[in-house]
């Protein structure tokens, strides 16, 4: 059975279907667009060796909040505020799958302030608002001198982040880090994400 067009051509059913799935494959092959600026959170440096801000890092694994309050502190605990700890893709699924941290690894801690001490479930400590970001990076390449090749960066206090930043000196982060971390200079005893997601 033939399907007679207006202009009197003869139009064959099955042909039409493939011609129409052939099209829609065609569509599905495009690729989508990738989200400018954030390359699934790899490190980037400028021409300087300054390392580049990372973006979307709060769409990252979130590991953990530490904190040690200045009321347990004598009143004056030398890092007072919540640590938002986040550890890029690339980092947490080379972890995941080898149990150690592969060239590439970011470490960013997002300082936020104590906020409320009271909330409708009881006492405790809350958080209030955004301080500063410190990122750590492990990168055998870009720091082949430093312990671990982890290089440490501070990119200043919110709400003026430098978009750039410089690395620390060696004493400043990475000797602490080398005597009290768990493992490879991350502190991962006080991170049960990481724990678990290392392979046994």
Not at 69 to 90: L, R, T
Not at 130 to 157: C, I, L, M, R, T
Request: negative net charge; charged residues 15%.
């Amino acid at each position: 059975m033939t399907i007679r067009s207006n202009s009197d051509r003869r139009v064959t059913p099955g042909l039409t279907l493939v011609a129409t799935l052939v099209a829609t494959a065609s569509l599905l092959l495009i690729p989508a667009p990738t989200v400018a600026g954030n390359d699934a959170g790899k490190p980037s440096y400028n021409e300087a060796g300054a390392l580049i801000l990372p973006q979307g890092y709060r769409e990252w694994i979130y590991v953990g909040a530490p904190l040690t309050p200045n009321d347990m502190n004598g009143g004056k605990a030398e890092f007072p505020e919540f640590h938002s700890v986040y550890i890029n893709p690339q980092g947490y699924q080379g972890y995941k799958n080898t149990g150690t941290f592969p060239d590439g690894t970011i470490m960013l801690k997002e300082l936020v302030s104590v906020g409320a001490k009271k909330a409708t479930s009881g006492s405790g400590y809350f958080m209030g608002d955004y301080v500063a970001v410190a990122v750590s990076v492990k990168d055998s390449k870009q720091f082949p001198d430093e312990p671990g090749h982890w290089g440490f960066f501070s990119f200043g206090n919110h709400p003026n982040l430098t978009p750039t930043a410089e690395p620390l000196p060696t004493a400043s982060c990475n000797g602490c880090h080398e005597a009290s971390a768990d493992e490879d200079w991350v502190f991962t005893q006080y991170y049960p994400v990481l724990r678990a997601a290392k392979p046994e």
